[in-house]
């Protein structure tokens, strides 16, 4: 009898906890939510981010700060979010840097199972950009002068899939050029327009205002976009594989599939609006929303090949 009315107890103390959480959940979100963008301000991931976090906020009725935590290739603001309280209130911005390709290539205090993928917002093909005056109009051009000369580059990270798609690039082409890392690709820009760098791998969002004022050109990029019609790919030139990146929003292992179903929930009205279309045309980046298992299983693919070629590269 004894046993008994400790079995009640523990079953009713566990009913309790269980419902408690099960309304804290469908009431959520109840205050602000936080959206760590581990690289600098107006970056790629920055600006795809906070066109997001303001198209859900009406749904969700809170506000969704975005905030930039840059540092270490993207490890500071990323570990930060690995760490955090797994309640939905702290979420981080991923990508094909600071989920893919650092936990692999450099000793992250995380990985890709540290988080639980909650959606992907957009990809971006890659570019190589050098300045309007540069001395190299094409990329052959280029090509030839990095093996007579070291030409610098611009990259967020020696650990960063900038310098990682980069390296495999200059490889394919056959020259080598000397990285400069800074806390965003929107400050290589800045860098190169102002003379600094010989050239910059970036995104559109990141490189397309400078190529629109006439600061900057393309030398080539991961595929054909209509803004940029006459711009050859790494394709035409016989470098083979997909060089771009993706912008998507992950929390803490172990957050409540509620949470995960109501941010998607408020994404899938949001990716609708003509007006968040826009925004994200503008910037330069194509929608490409997903979520669920099936993406999910793509990624876990990708970072197994991301594994194995840093692997390789240490051999």
Do not use: C
């Not at 976090?53 to 935590?69: C, M, R, S």
């Not at 993928?117 to 300045?131: E, N, Q, R, Y």
């Not at 001395?135 to 650990?159: D, M, R």
């Not at 994200?280 to 929303?289: E, Q, R, S, V």
């Amino acid at each position: 009898m004894k046993n008994l009315k400790k079995v009640l107890t523990v079953m009713s103390t566990t009913l309790a906890i269980s419902l408690t959480s099960s309304a804290l959940m469908a009431a959520y979100p109840e205050k602000p939510i936080n959206v760590i963008v581990p690289w600098g301000a107006g970056g790629d991931s920055d600006l795809t981010t906070r066109i997001w976090a303001k198209a859900i906020e009406k749904d969700l009725g809170v506000p969704v700060v975005v905030i930039n935590k840059s540092g270490g290739g993207g490890i500071i603001g990323t570990s930060f979010v690995a760490r955090s309280r797994k309640d939905g209130y702290t979420l981080i911005n991923a990508g094909l840097s600071n989920m893919l390709v650092t936990p692999n290539f450099s000793k992250a205090p995380y990985s890709f199972d540290s988080f639980s993928p909650i959606l992907k917002m957009t990809s971006v093909p890659l570019g190589i950009i050098v300045a309007e005056d540069s001395p190299y109009k094409t990329f052959p051009e280029f090509v030839n002068g990095a093996k007579v000369k070291t030409i610098t580059q611009g990259s967020w990270g020696a650990s960063s899939s900038g310098t990682i798609l980069a390296e495999i690039i200059s490889k394919e082409a056959g020259y080598k050029p000397r990285y400069i890392n800074a806390k965003s690709s929107a400050e290589s820009m800045v860098s190169l327009v102002g003379g600094h760098i010989d050239s910059a791998i970036a995104f559109p969002p990141s490189f397309g205002p400078h190529v629109k004022a006439g600061r900057a050109r393309i030398l080539v990029m991961n595929k054909k976009m209509a803004e940029y019609p006459n711009t050859p790919t790494f394709a035409d030139y016989g470098i083979k594989g997909s060089f771009e990146g993706w912008s998507g929003i992950f929390a803490p292992k172990g957050v409540p599939q509620e949470v995960i179903d109501r941010l998607v929930a408020a994404t899938v009205k949001a990716m609708k609006d003509p007006d968040v279309i826009a925004q994200y045309k503008n910037i330069g980046a194509t929608m490409d929303f997903r979520y669920g298992p099936e993406w999910i299983a793509d990624m876990k693919e990708n970072y197994g090949m991301m594994k194995t070629a840093a692997a390789d590269a240490k051999k």
